[in-house]
């Protein structure tokens, strides 16, 4: 993959230059540091970093078709770029290059913006239509790949990351309190939802169309659960194992399409293990796995990497992990992220992609994407439970409580992630004045993030599982914690799990199936068993977990202190300095520490909240 920026002229105005098209690639070019290219009209300026991966030689961007009147920059994979290069061949479209993404002018010019929906990859790309001087940005389905713009007068920029905008002259730098409220209250933001005051993030399935100084935002793609009594209940286990296992193996080959060496991430869990072993069944070569170890034996699981790494034909590297130097890379991983974090594993990550880099390697595949899909968090089990044992009585406060979730969810019994109602007391006791003063205008409860008639009928598991994509995956897991760590280290990450048609199966399947007797993944443990472990595939769920503020505080690290100290929680004016105060005394009591399976880190979204303040020139609030 690589990163894409550009600026788009709503109106008549002066051309796009291309030294501001190269400030902004600069800003992100550890995306792309192979090579850099640019296109600039009257109208358009699109510019792009390389990370060389297909078609080293010859696969140059941007791309144009052969009149020069479609011009493309993509960050991203097209993993089913041969099949689609068949299909166009044979209607006599010829191709220059072997690189995935020359499909996407074709696609474009022979099924118009339908061809989008075709790509299974991971992609984010602009295309210009000059004859219609029409803008295209589109984001793949799942959101691996991310894509920001930002309207300003009559001028449109865009680019893989924030950074990218805010390198332009004319793009002003404000915090958007509402992408706050988002942090504090569930998994992370929700596109198009960011930190940043007018910058929006193009949600996973869409694509953005500008045309005659208009900007249209349209749905192209969603995960396509059938309604609860339509569900196909004539899958047995065996037959779905097979064809979990055939569809899993194929997106693994696809993913393993590469000019350069291809390795893979071991956590030493189901999900990449799994993958790990599919690889080692489909490639004969060696191939390079990754772990990352820890001092303290409560969280390190390299008896279980090592476990794996005995039934494969690979070449392991590992790296050991120091928690006390969590605090050095705190101001990279927000950097790279941003915006705040709710946890210190990503620094943990950074250093794996760190050291991913330092072994000359580009490419990983990773086991992200199958809780999400096959049921692998306590959520699903818990559904299942209240499911059989019905609703319990309601007081006052559940009522309050079932009408946020009737508000959120499309149903007021339906339970994800915590009781909002209470969470927002806690939340507006950590808000400074001036920002409850405007509470009702950033409360993310206040209206539905999703469609709630697409949850409606839905069955309680695919209720969970689209949510879960939706909140948790796409611009969480997959964007602070995998796409900017991986490409901090110009590292491309992969996901087997997140390929379209592995999807399109996994949603044709019964939930008591992928969920048997309250057995988180049971079907996927199924398909398993022979790649891997018993000790893997049995064990209970592992969580990738990191010391969290009160190790920090513990430290009595310097610049952690002023971050939060009273004076400049005041002088930001965003958080209560007196309920930030109280959190400090708390998480330094010897022996505290937090169960961050349910319980927030406050301190740790207030230090990275400051992080980045400090580092992307942020205003205090006014």
């Known amino acids: 993959m690589c990163g894409i920026a550009g600026i788009y002229n709503l109106a008549p105005g002066p051309p796009p230059g291309q030294d501001t098209l190269q400030a902004m690639t600069a800003s992100f070019r550890y995306r792309g540091p192979d090579e850099e290219g640019y296109y600039t009209d ?24 052969d009149g020069r009147d479609l011009v493309s920059v993509c960050n991203g994979e097209i993993y089913n770029h041969l099949d689609l290069r068949a299909r166009l061949e044979a209607r006599g479209h010829p191709f220059r290059t072997r690189c995935d993404v020359e499909v996407i002018i074709p696609m474009y010019r022979h099924y118009g913006l339908d061809g989008i929906q075709h790509f299974n990859g991971q992609f984010g790309f602009a295309l210009y239509d000059r004859a219609r001087r029409r803008l295209v940005l589109a984001r793949d389905q799942m959101g691996i790949a991310p894509l920001f713009y930002a309207r300003v007068g009559d001028t449109l920029f865009f680019a893989s990351e924030i950074k990218g905008l805010l390198a332009h002259p004319d793009m002003p730098r404000a915090v958007d309190p509402k992408g706050l409220d988002h942090i504090l209250t569930f998994p992370g933001l929700v596109s198009p939802q960011t930190l940043f005051k007018g910058v929006k993030s193009l949600p996973p399935g869409h694509f953005l169309l500008v045309e005659n100084g208009e900007m249209s935002l349209h749905h192209y793609w969603d995960l396509d659960y059938p309604a ?6 004539s899958w047995d ?12 193996s194929e997106a693994v080959r696809l993913r393993l399409q590469a000019d350069v060496p291809v390795g893979f991430y071991l956590s030493g869990g189901l999900d990449s293990s799994l993958v790990a072993s599919l690889i080692g069944r489909l490639s004969p070569a060696t191939r390079h796995s990754f772990s990352i170890r820890f001092p303290d034996a409560a969280i390190d699981e390299g008896v279980h990497q090592h476990a794996m790494v005995e039934r494969l034909n690979c070449t392991h590297h590992e790296t050991a992990f120091d928690t006390d130097a969590i605090s050095e890379r705190m101001q990279a991983i927000v950097y790279h992220a941003e915006m705040p974090l709710k946890e210190s594993y990503n620094t943990c990550s950074l ?24 049921g692998g968090y306590v959520g699903y089990r818990l559904d299942q439970e209240r499911q059989r044992q019905g609703a319990a009585p309601a007081d006052a406060a559940d009522f309050l409580e079932q009408e946020l979730q009737e508000r959120l969810w499309g149903d007021p019994h339906f339970f994800y992630e915590k009781h909002y109602y209470a969470h927002r007391e806690t939340k ?42 939706k909140l948790r995956l796409a611009d969480h897991l997959l964007s602070d914690h995998g796409d900017r760590v991986a490409y901090a280290h110009s590292v491309e990450a992969r996901y087997p799990f997140l390929d379209l048609d592995l999807i399109t199966l996994i949603t044709t399947l019964p939930p008591s199936l992928l969920l048997k007797e309250g057995e988180e993944k049971s079907l996927l443990k199924r398909v398993a068993r022979g790649h891997v472990p018993d000790s893997i595939v049995n064990r209970r769920k592992f969580a990738f977990v990191a010391p969290g503020s009160p190790h920090l505080l ?6 952690i202190e002023d971050m939060l100290s009273t004076e400049r929680i005041r002088r930001q004016g965003y958080f209560n300095p007196a309920t930030v105060e109280r959190l400090k005394q708390r998480y330094r009591q010897p022996g505290f520490s937090l169960n961050t399976t349910f319980e927030d880190d406050w301190l740790m979204i207030v230090l990275t909240f400051g992080i980045l303040l400090d580092t992307f020139a942020l205003p205090d609030f006014a």
Not at 359 to 365: P, S
Not at 428 to 450: E, H, K, R, V
Not at 554 to 559: E, F, K, L, P, V
Request: proline content about 3%; overall charge negative.
């Open 42 to 65: 009257d109208q358009v300026g699109l510019g792009i970093r390389r990370l060389a991966i297909v078609d080293i030689e010859h696969g140059q961007q941007p791309m144009f078709s």
């Open 228 to 233: 609860a009594d339509a569900i196909d209940h």
């Open 237 to 248: 286990e065996a037959t779905a194992a097979e064809a979990l296992e055939e569809r899993l």
């Open 351 to 374: 250093a794996l992609s760190e050291f991913v880099h330092r072994n000359g390697m580009k490419v990983v595949l990773t086991g992200e994407g199958a809780d999400e899909l096959l």
């Open 428 to 469: 507006q006791a950590l808000y400074a004045d001036g920002i409850n003063q405007q509470f009702s205008a950033i409360d993310c409860t206040a209206a539905p993030l999703l469609n709630t008639a697409k949850l409606a009928a839905l069955h309680p598991f695919h209720r969970r599982s689209y949510l879960d994509c």
């Open 554 to 559: 513990q430290q009595n690290t310097a610049w």
